[in-house]
Nanobody, 124 residues
């Protein structure tokens, strides 16, 4: 069993930055592919980024490419999502997720474990 707890969300203005954290317990992040997803009101959950175990591969949604960076600290068993140049359309609940797959996945169904989410609101 894996427990994931996100933190770091909040209310910011357009152009600001936030760093989300996802602390894992029950399994080390070093052996998991970690993903970030988000869900805006009235919309489906969408892929944001993933980072494969051993940090072998990282991928981002086109909408966040160049602005968001995913990283991990295996010693702290924590994964991060650094979000820069935030836009109002980035407003959503952000979720981290863990997958046992060796390769990354853009699909939420590939991730077996999920955090409770953290709200990010970007005002214009």
């Amino acid at each position: 069993q894996v427990q994931l707890v996100e933190s770091g969300g909040g209310l910011v203005q357009a152009g600001d930055s936030l760093r989300l954290s996802c602390a894992a317990s029950g399994r080390t992040v070093s052996t998991s592919t970690m993903g970030w997803f988000r869900q805006a009101p009235g919309k489906e959950r969408e892929f944001v980024a993933f980072n494969t175990r051993n940090s072998g591969r990282t991928a981002y949604a086109d909408s966040v490419q160049g602005r968001f960076t995913v990283s991990r600290d295996n010693a702290k068993n924590t994964v991060y999502l650094q979000m820069n140049s935030l836009k109002p359309e980035d407003t959503a609940v952000y979720y981290c997720a863990a997958s046992m797959l060796y390769s990354g996945s853009y699909y939420s169904s590939s991730y077996a474990y999920w955090g409770q989410g953290t709200q990010v609101t970007v005002s214009s």
